[in-house]
């Protein structure tokens, strides 16, 4: 999933330190716990009720995140809380993710078919989606069951429509247009 704006540039700023001082491997592992703590319901509206002093809630911050190999990941914590930004959290983390992959020379690759695939079914496109891109691939699956049938495949910016209703369009096109 692409993220955009302010949260990406939230996020090219932490890779951008914590690249620096050598943690990207320490922020991937609490890339997880953060999601987690974005998706703690009672920590958010901790965290956005105005009635609580900001400095109870660096309190929390600094709890949570107490190892002193935390200490800029606590430093992104506290700036989205000063700025209001906390609700942008999750897409922080999402597109820190992606500059990870990024980095590592990772695709990021999209997969919609019209019914659900089995999981050895999704391991064999990805270990072919490797193999005829030559980079490591992170697949993503969804369905869609107005594709009818066949796939759709989105990779960075590309997209590749092999779906029975692309084909069925086009093909209601020649008709319309042969009988004009």
Known sequence: MAVAGVAK?????AFAVAKEHGQLTHWEQRLLDLIRVAEDTDLEEFVENPAIPLEAK???????FPDEDDRYLRSLLVLLLERGRWHQ?????????QLLREERGVLDVEL???????????????????????????LRTSVDPELLGGVVLRIGDEVFDAS????????RRQLIGAAA
Request: aromatic fraction near 4%; proline fraction near 2%; charged fraction near 30%.
């Open 9 to 13: 540039r939230y996020a090219q700023a």
């Open 58 to 64: 660096v309190q929390v911050i600094e709890r949570l």
């Open 89 to 97: 959290l999750r897409d922080v983390a999402e597109a820190f993710q």
């Open 112 to 138: 919609v078919t019209a019914v659900s695939l089995e999981e050895a079914e999704i391991e064999r496109v990805r270990q072919q989606l490797e193999t005829r891109l030559g980079r490591p691939v992170q």
């Open 164 to 171: 029975v209703r692309t084909q069925l369009t086009g093909l």
